[in-house]
């Protein structure tokens, strides 16, 4: 029974929110819209996730978060790619299950159409250490220039080298890239209208994010 006992506890001991172990308190950033702020607030065991998904920035609206009720954007067009890329899901937190964990480079809303590097470079260290709450990460997808460039950020401070070369994203996006043993691949925003409506896009994200499904042994 001790042994029982133990091993439960264990379990809860992974049980986490990331909105309880990260914030943001000086939003010093002049392009976002704190408002819009939004960290991941769902129950999960990070110690299950294998999997993060980073794209660009908060939705304009909250609604259309990933873990938002109902049917949001981002939910809509990410189960669209996972579809597209040969894996058939009816929800996020169907995803959460089988080891996938959704979250933005940037916590805010942005207030125009791209976001300032530096308020990329200050948002990228709320996501090392989101990215430190899950010790068993296999793969990292970077959705988008935004993702790209936080991870980079990030990577430079704890090893002096970015993981992802300059480059376009179609010309780069099949070559092998690691940071401490966990594949990296760099691709492009799948959350959101613009997946929506730019098709060679989407073929790309399917294919990356097949590579990805293969490598975790979850489509053949």
Do not use: W
């Amino acid at each position: 029974m001790a042994v029982e006992n133990n091993k439960n506890a264990e379990n809860l001991a992974s049980i986490m929110r990331t909105c309880e172990k990260i914030e943001c308190t000086a939003f010093t950033c002049s392009d976002i819209e704190k408002k819009k702020h939004v960290i991941p607030g769902i129950d999960l065991d990070n110690l299950r996730i294998k999997a993060m998904v980073i794209s660009e920035a908060a939705p304009p609206e909250i609604s259309d978060y990933y873990y938002s009720i109902g049917e949001p954007l981002f939910a809509k067009t990410t189960l669209q790619a996972f579809r597209d890329a040969g894996l058939s899901v009816e929800s996020i937190l169907e995803l959460v299950d089988r080891g996938f964990y959704f979250t933005t480079a940037v916590k805010c809303g942005k207030t125009r159409y791209g976001i300032q590097t530096d308020t990329i470079k200050e948002c990228s260290f709320l996501l090392e250490r989101e990215f430190d709450l899950f010790p068993n990460l296999k793969v990292v997808m970077l959705m988008g220039d935004v993702a790209i460039k936080s991870f980079n950020e990030m990577a430079k401070r704890k090893t002096g080298k970015r993981v992802i070369p300059q480059g376009s994203t179609y010309k780069i996006r099949k070559t092998p890239y690691f940071f401490k043993g966990i594949r990296v691949f760099p691709s492009y925003l799948q959350a959101g209208p613009s997946f929506l409506i730019e098709k060679s896009k989407r073929t790309m994200i399917a294919e990356d994010l097949s590579q990805a499904l293969k490598l975790l042994g979850l489509i053949a």
